[in-house]
């Protein structure tokens, strides 16, 4: 079977992946020059390092992702740097931190160990977790993570220093819009789960060499073509001239709309095409930084506390001269989800607002900084609200199917969701 793939990020090489394996052949249009989607790689002349378009950080929860790469042959020890769920402020204020103990006793450090927590509002984790098991981890329809909180009596300080920061962080989405059951979600494949499965992930080579080119490496690959239109045949497809027996439509819901919209010239499916168009987003920004000497701060990943009001927005700073074997050297990223309020400011403002925010919170003194650079994704992902209604990767046409973090999958729009619905959408066709 020839399949046609629109679109050669995550959900479409995992789709083109789960495609060879069962002996079926993959052609690949990819409008950008480059495979990668929004976890694409970066030429920084400024930094002169060729870097993620973001810092990601995957969850030892995310098995198909890791499984798809241990499939490829990835060296996972030298590929990315490995560590126990440790949420540590910059300013060592606060700290959450599971044992190194097989589960579920890797939950008592947070309850034993916390920092910067009364130890009576500890067990308002336990609650939490108790609340989500007794009802099978399912939240009521509609239901906000901050209603879930307050449901669940959350103390003011874990709402502020980690509810809010790992809300932010997973579904980049604020609390009051957030939807509980994907928020639910996260938590019962992580918290909820095994010692591997709380452990973070941070790459310690770019994303594309990690596996999206191994992966597309048997497809056929068409780079630079932009596909507006596909063209039923009697039996299957056409796009651009290449005759296909079924379609994966794996672009980000904007481009899926529009497609679609040109397929169904006659409006006989617009109720189904209308609701592609449903979806708000959210940016997400990345600073990279470049100091004249490796950072002191033997922490890999430190949590800021951002001016919710400011240009001082920085969320997470990582260190990768803590991390053996980064490919990144000495440099530093921080991360600003949700960074609505940074759209149209300077981003010269922007990074010395960051700078000085680093330089106040954290221990170790920063080196000076020779270079930089703000990348920021205008839709990094969809909105992630309680009655967002995402279609699944059926559609109303035969042999054509959707893949993306945006199709119908357990999680919120993370790396880990589009691995998911690409592979489901190859499984579908075959």
Request: aromatic residues 8%; hydrophobic residues 45%.
């Amino acid at each position: 079977m020839r399949v046609g793939i629109i679109g050669a990020g995550w959900a479409g090489a995992a789709a083109a992946w789960q495609l060879h394996k069962k002996g079926h052949q993959a052609i690949v249009f990819e409008a950008a020059p480059q495979a990668g989607g929004r976890a694409r790689l970066h030429q920084s002349k400024a930094l002169g390092l060729t870097v993620d378009n973001g810092q990601h950080i995957l969850l030892g929860a995310y098995r198909s992702t890791l499984n798809l790469m241990q499939e490829l042959g990835l060296d996972m020890q030298r590929s990315f740097y490995r560590f126990d769920l440790d949420i540590y402020s910059a300013d060592q204020d606060f700290r959450f931190k599971t044992a190194p103990l097989p589960a579920p006793f890797h939950l008592l450090g947070p309850l034993f160990t916390t920092k910067g927590v009364p130890f009576v509002d500890r067990f308002a984790l336990i609650r939490l977790q108790r609340y989500l098991q007794k009802h099978q981890w399912q939240t009521t329809q509609g239901l906000s993570v901050q209603q879930l909180l307050h449901l669940t009596r959350q103390p003011t300080v874990l709402i502020e220093k980690l509810w809010h920061p790992l809300c932010i962080a997973a579904l980049n989405t604020p609390l009051e819009s957030a939807c509980a059951q994907l928020f639910a979600n996260v938590l019962r494949d992580s918290l909820g789960g095994s010692r591997a499965d709380t452990q973070m992930l941070i790459p310690l080579r770019n994303m594309s060499d990690l596996w999206v080119r191994s992966a597309l490496r048997y497809a056929q690959m068409h780079y630079g073509e932009v596909v507006r239109h596909i063209q039923k045949r009697h039996h299957g497809y056409s796009i651009h001239g290449h005759a296909l027996d079924a379609v994966i439509v794996a672009t980000n819901s904007p481009s899926c709309h529009k497609l679609l919209q040109n397929l169904d010239s006659e409006n006989q499916n617009k109720a189904f095409v209308d609701s592609l168009s449903k979806f708000d987003f959210n940016p997400i920004a990345t600073l990279y930084l470049k100091p004249d000497r490796p950072w002191a701060n033997p922490h890999p990943m430190l949590m800021l506390e951002e001016n919710l009001n400011g240009l001082a927005a920085g969320q997470w700073v990582f260190n990768h001269a803590a991390m053996a074997g980064s490919e990144l050297g000495h440099t530093i990223a921080v991360t600003i989800s949700y960074s609505n309020r940074l759209q149209g400011a300077n981003k010269t403002d922007v990074t010395k607002a960051i700078i000085e925010q680093i330089q106040a919170q954290c221990q170790e003194p920063l080196p000076t900084i020779i270079a930089s650079e703000l990348i920021t994704e205008k839709r990094a992902t969809f909105v992630a609200s309680p009655n967002l209604h995402r279609p699944t990767l059926q559609t109303p046409w035969p042999k054509l199917v959707l893949a993306g973090d945006w199709v119908q999958n357990p999680y919120p729009a993370v790396l880990e969701g589009a691995v998911r619905s690409g592979i489901a959408a190859a499984n579908a066709l075959v």
